[in-house]
């Protein structure tokens, strides 16, 4: 669809490198900046799928950075402006190569792992005798490795991360402190929308003055779960599906559709209805967590929309 962006080539003044990921694009310049670039790529089980989604970049990238100012308070962040809609600018940190994944409920890959058996997940334990979607008695920070672009992140726990030196102790307990924190906040922003923030992730890095702070998405649908709270008990007692706010529902449609990101899996046809279909859910679930309606930027030549954008605002910090 020609109203997407998938991809970037931008060369910004002071540009040193570009990093592609799997949904966003991040160029480094001079002076400890970057520009982080939020595609319209949509990546599920690791895998980028070949079409892209309308105005999820723009979605996900004014989801990030409100969420970010509404957290600033209790954890510093890289961000320093959105010259553009798909675009943030911040602060160049080294990232900790893991993600805090924190999880309040039994839902997704902590239901599929208590399905097969399992009751310890990256050293955290799971009471026996829990249903899917059950609230757990305590958050529980189940950390995953950081992928590549194609590759799948991997569960590891903190045990297993200090004896690899991945990260510091005195470092690891900043993180474990700032994610609690953070899912605390997003649990009561949930709560004023009607909704349940079920688990999510967080990624940090250290700037060059040594600070550990929040970067890349916060809060989104694609780094998050939702519950609708309305009917939550209800639906549980009787053992039914949860109504949810993320991207599980494209995850169950490749499922349905014979996909989980396995070796010798093919990602199933994506029709232009279909990728519509998913646009018009992604804006459902802006205009549902932020409490807001959603203003579609002008997608009539994105590339030029954001070199510009970002070229006028790089050139007012300059002078």
Known sequence: M????????????????????????????ENNILVMVATDRLSAFDVVMPKGIPFKGQI?????????????DIVPNWLMATPDANVAVGK??????????????????AAREYKLGKRVLCGEAMPDGMKENDKFPQPIITPATKAEKGDHDEDISKADI??????????????????HA?????????????????????????????EIVLIDEIHTPDSSRYFYAD??????????????????????????????????QTVP??????????????????E??????????????????????VSNYLNSIEG
């Not at 030549?301 to 510009?308: A, H, L, S, T, Y």
């Open 182 to 210: 953070l899912f605390q906040r997003g649990t009561e922003l949930a709560a004023k929308r009607g909704l349940i923030l079920v688990d999510t992730k967080y990624e940090f890095g250290k700037t060059k003055d040594g």
């Open 2 to 29: 020609s109203n997407t962006i998938m991809d970037t080539n931008f060369h910004f003044a002071g540009q040193k490198s570009v990093y592609k990921g799997k949904v966003r694009e991040v160029y480094t310049l």
């Open 231 to 264: 009917g939550y008990a209800e639906r549980q007692s009787l053992g039914e599906a949860q109504k949810q706010l993320s991207k599980e529902f494209v995850r169950q449609w490749l499922i349905s559709n014979g996909f989980q990101g396995l070796e010798g």
């Open 60 to 72: 996900l990238n004014q989801i990030a950075t409100k969420m970010m100012q509404a957290t600033e």
């Open 288 to 309: 549902s967590i932020m409490g807001e309606t959603f203003i579609k930027a002008d997608v009539s030549n994105i590339q030029e929309r954001i070199g510009e954008n």
């Open 92 to 109: 160049a940190c080294e990232p900790f190569k893991i993600e805090m994944v924190i999880r309040g409920y039994l839902s997704g890959h």
């Open 162 to 179: 200090l004896k690899k030196g991945i990260v510091s102790k005195e470092d690891y307990e900043v993180l474990e402190k700032y994610t």
């Open 269 to 286: 046809e994506m029709s232009n209805a279909y990728i519509e279909s998913v646009s018009e859910r992604y804006v459902e679930l802006y």
